[in-house]
């Protein structure tokens, strides 16, 4: 599974957070509200995103429209699985044990 970088991932929450599929254009318009960006740019991050398998693209006319390959759950889920993966049984068991006692420390607060 790719590891995407922080534009990457601004591009991804954009994606996730839309129901419909997204032109390079929609999405630029939406990234420079918070960064100075080039078109070109985010057409380059999307065109990645589709190389790494992490977005769809459908041609349009003349424009590609772009849409999260996976929900967020399942991407975030995959990257916690792989990482996990890496690990042995005990130092997985005990990752696992250390994060349910912090979720359950969180909500009892």
Do not use: C
């Amino acid at each position: 599974m790719a590891v995407p970088g922080e534009l990457e991932h601004a591009v991804m929450s954009i994606l996730w957070s839309r129901p419909n599929a997204l032109s390079v254009r929609e999405v630029h318009d939406l990234l420079v509200v918070d960064r100075d960006l080039a078109y070109t740019t985010v057409m380059t991050v999307l065109d990645r995103l589709a190389k790494k398998g992490l977005a769809t693209r459908n041609l349009d006319g003349r424009a590609w429209l772009y849409r999260p390959a996976r929900t967020q759950v399942d991407e975030f889920s995959a990257a916690v699985i792989d990482t996990l993966a890496k690990l042995e049984p005990t130092a997985r068991s005990q990752v696992l044990a250390s994060v349910n006692a912090a979720f359950r420390q969180a909500s009892a607060s």
